[in-house]
């Protein structure tokens, strides 16, 4: 059996690890919480910091590793990336490339030179007021993804204060202030092989008390055809200019005036079981055709399926200890699986972040989808003592 890290080990990265071993490997997975929810999925779990690179890199060649696949987060990608460089542990972009996408500062420069649609920005390691933006203006550590590190601002006050906090989050000691632009949250989830698009997954997102951290996505088809294509078109050329390898590009936006404005793009898997969004949506096998992508396989779309389905993160409204999550009679046939991993009696320390689990839901028309989203912290009830 050939050897596959997962470079993590959490929720996130259950789909990954259970696609890696129906595809026959043995599965090793890392990173410092020994308790991560996904090492029990896994054949194997060896302690180390995935995002350090030279840790991994080490850890590649002590355990004869062939494949290296990427958690759902930044810093893992650009380790794998890394680690790539130094040995042949599947298809990845260069380390540079990496960078480019996945550090803020970095992709909005490369945007806005080659006219890609992004919010305008200015990159900033030292606090400078902003006269080239008009207010509200948003402030982000560069190479932080999960909603930490961003503030919204409405002054100069504001904006010196929030710089110094994202700074202070920064690993690289870098900020970003970008305009602030106003519209819907989307995402879009797409698979390229051989610099064509192959696959791709449009949904709307939504947020709860943390206005950064997005609660919920659910399928969408009704996203306008000029606004898909004008994504499409800002994507390939991504993939021209940076000479991309097959694999996943996932993309947040924000639509504005029928226009789409990249926020975030990443080359590694979103989290909170987003693939399992979209395996249900599509009825494709989201993760395994990410992993065969990563190991250099050639992979074959089936026709897609178009099913209405939202996937929720279970959180609190106030902080405390829970006693019990509650489903309404109105949504309880709509929930087709749940993963959870709350328990009477945790402690809700930060409500802002907590998760207490995730819940599938299938609607029957877009109406009764809406309707119920927009409802859902109303439906699905989380009671705190």
């Not at 590190?149 to 110094?164: C, P, R, T, Y």
């Not at 051989?194 to 696959?199: A, M, Q």
């Not at 609660?215 to 000029?226: D, L, P, T």
């Not at 399992?276 to 990410?290: R, T």
Request: charged share 25%; glycine share 6%.
């Amino acid at each position: 059996m050939k050897k596959l890290l997962v470079n993590g080990g959490g929720h996130s990265e259950i789909p990954l690890i259970k696609a890696s071993k129906e595809l026959g490997f043995y599965v090793i997975t890392t990173g410092y919480d020994e308790f991560g929810l996904g090492h029990i999925y896994s054949d194997e779990y060896i302690k180390a910091d995935f995002s350090n690179k030279d840790e991994i890199v080490n850890l590649v060649q002590k355990n004869s590793i062939d494949y290296i696949i990427p958690s759902c987060n930044d810093f893992s990608i650009l380790t794998a990336s890394y680690v790539s460089e130094k040995l042949p542990v599947g298809n990845f972009d260069s380390y540079q490339t990496t960078k480019i996408l996945h550090h803020k500062d970095l992709f909005r420069a490369f945007a806005m030179k080659y006219n890609i649609s992004v919010p305008q920005a200015i990159s900033l390691t030292f606090f400078q007021d902003i006269d080239k933006l008009k207010y509200p203006l948003m402030v982000k550590a560069i190479d932080l993804s999960g909603g930490k590190g961003i503030q919204k601002v409405d002054n100069k006050i504001d904006l010196q204060k929030a710089f110094e906090e994202s700074l202070s989050l920064s690993r690289e000691d870098s900020v970003i202030v970008e305009e602030f632009i106003d519209g819907t949250h989307h995402s879009a989830s797409i698979l390229i092989q051989n610099k064509k698009i192959i696959f791709d997954f449009f949904a709307d997102e939504y947020f709860y008390l943390n206005k950064y951290l997005v609660a919920g996505a659910s399928s969408n088809y009704i996203i306008s055809n000029k606004c898909k294509n004008k994504l499409f078109e800002d994507t390939n050329r991504l993939i021209e200019l940076l000479n991309l390898v097959d694999g996943i590009l996932h993309i947040q936006f924000i639509i504005r005036n029928n226009t789409p404005y990249i926020l975030e793009i990443t080359r590694r898997s979103p989290g909170d079981l987003y693939l399992e969004l979209v395996k249900l949506s599509s009825g494709i096998n989201y993760a395994k055709k990410i992993i065969q992508l990563y190991c250099g396989l050639d992979v074959q779309i089936d026709s897609k399926e178009e099913k209405l389905i939202t996937r929720h993160c279970i959180m609190s409204d106030k902080i405390g200890k829970l006693k019990n999550i509650i489903y309404d009679d109105n949504i309880k046939d709509n929930i087709i699986d749940e993963f959870m991993w709350w328990r009477e009696g945790d402690e809700i320390k930060d409500m802002m972040t907590h998760k207490f689990g995730i819940v599938f839901l299938k609607y029957n028309s877009i109406e009764e989808m809406r309707e119920k989203t927009d409802n859902i912290h109303k439906l699905i009830k989380v009671v705190v003592y």
